[in-house]
């Protein structure tokens, strides 16, 4: 029983029940908080926007070279919201939003329970 609970505990969530046309929320299956982000690549050069892909949280352009003008410069923009036009050339990534650091809390250990501190200053 306990190997099994471990197992659970590491496997990612995909947070499915947070759809795309939501903006946020508490994911049902993991209990973290979910924001919908939404990138797209655009051309440098002549600016237009290009389909966009994601791997490993890393956004970038589906076509190496730009169909307008043949650059391979792009830069990457992070869109407020998505429209219609725009959901034919983005990307979603679901961001875990960490409001409390309750993994990543620090621990202190005490080893010597009889020193006491010694940089206290006092002002007389
Ligand atoms: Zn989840
Ligand atoms: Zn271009």
Redesign the pocket.
Same mark, same amino acid.
């Given at each position: 029983m306990f190997l099994t609970n471990l197992f659970n505990f590491k496997r990612e /969530?995909?947070?499915d029940k =947070?759809t795309p046309n939501m903006d946020s929320g508490y /994911?049902p299956? /993991?209990g973290?908080y =979910?924001k919908n982000e939404w990138y797209i690549t655009r051309c440098s050069c002549c600016g237009v926007k290009l389909k966009t892909n994601i791997r490993n949280g890393e956004v970038f352009p589906q076509y190496h070279y730009c169909m307008n003008c043949g650059s391979k410069e792009y830069q990457v923009e992070k869109l407020e919201k998505i429209n219609f036009i725009d959901i034919n050339f983005a990307v979603l990534q679901k961001k875990v939003l960490k409001a409390e650091l309750k993994t990543n809390s620090t621990q202190c250990w005490q080893e010597k329970n009889n020193v006491q501190p010694k940089l206290l200053i006092q002002y007389l």
């Open positions: /969530c995909a947070h =947070i /994911c299956d /993991c973290q =979910i």
